[in-house]
T-cell receptor
C-alpha cells in the first residue's frame, strides 16, 4: 500500500469556524508533511513531523495548528482563517530514515479549502 | 532568481511527439525529484535521482551534477501525459525529513 489518504476532499468554511484536515498513511513512514498550494504555484512547505515530533515549522501563522497523534495520522487544525488561506492543502509522507538518506515523498490527493 | 528554474513554462505537443522538460538549479543538492500533478489533483513522484539516468516506461530522467541540470523526457507522448511537471531538489542537509525546493512547474498539454 503506497497510498496517502486525505479527508475531506473539499472544505468550505467561514472565518469564525474551526475545522480539521486529516491525513493518513499505512506505509510505516516516520516523516509526514503539510504543504499549501495556491493555484498555478508550486507547493509551499508548512510543517514537518519526524517520529511524531514537530521538526520544521516554516513560520506558519498560529491559526494553523498541526497535530500528529500517532505515526500513521497527521491532522491540521484550522481556526479563524482568512480568505487568502483558500488553497489546496497537501499531505505527504516519507520513510524518514536517519543518516542523511534522501527519501521519496508520497503525496495525498489534497483537500481543496475555501474560506468565505 | 529562483533556486530551481524550469523551462519551458508551458508546452503543447501533438500525440506521439518526443517531449523534453528542462530543470536547472543553483544550489547544492543531495537529490533531484521529478513530480507530476494532474489538474486539481495530488502529486505523484516520478523519479528521484542523484546521478546518471533513470527510466520508467516512456519516461526518462537524466541529471548532470557538474552542470546542475536535469531533463525529463517523454517518448511517444499521449494525451494522458497532460499535467504539470515539477522539478524539486533536496538540499544536502535534507536528511530524514528532507525539505524540497520546488521549481515553478511546466504545464504540458498533449493534443490528440
Amino acid at each position: 500500500d503506497t497510498e496517502v489518504t486525505q479527508t475531506p476532499k473539499h472544505l468550505v468554511m467561514g472565518m469564525t469556524n474551526k475545522k480539521s484536515l486529516k491525513c493518513e498513511q499505512h506505509m510505516g513512514h516516520r516523516a509526514m508533511y503539510w504543504y499549501k498550494q495556491k493555484a498555478k504555484k508550486p507547493p509551499e512547505l508548512m510543517f514537518v513531523y519526524s517520529y511524531e515530533k514537530l521538526s520544521i515549522n516554516e513560520s506558519v501563522p498560529s491559526r494553523f495548528s498541526p497535530e500528529c497523534p500517532n505515526s500513521s495520522l497527521l491532522n491540521l487544525h484550522l481556526h479563524a482563517l482568512q480568505p487568502e488561506d483558500s488553497a489546496l492543502y497537501l499531505c505527504a509522507s516519507s520513510q524518514g530514515t536517519s543518516g542523511g538518506y534522501t527519501d521519496t515523498q508520497y503525496f495525498g490527493p489534497g483537500t481543496r479549502l475555501t474560506v468565505l | 532568481k529562483n533556486e530551481v528554474e524550469q523551462s519551458p513554462q508551458n508546452l503543447t505537443a501533438q500525440e506521439g511527439e518526443f517531449i523534453t522538460i528542462n530543470c536547472s538549479y543553483s544550489v547544492g543538492i543531495s537529490a533531484l525529484h521529478w513530480l507530476q500533478q494532474h489538474p486539481g489533483g495530488g502529486i505523484v513522484s516520478l523519479f528521484m535521482l542523484s546521478s546518471g539516468k533513470k527510466k520508467h516506461g516512456r519516461l526518462i530522467a537524466t541529471i548532470n551534477i557538474q552542470e546542475k541540470h536535469s531533463s525529463l523526457h517523454i517518448t511517444a507522448s499521449h494525451p494522458r501525459d497532460s499535467a504539470v511537471y515539477i522539478c524539486a531538489v533536496t538540499p544536502p542537509y535534507g536528511g530524514a525529513t528532507n525539505k524540497l525546493i520546488f521549481g515553478t512547474g511546466t504545464l504540458l498539454a498533449v493534443q490528440p
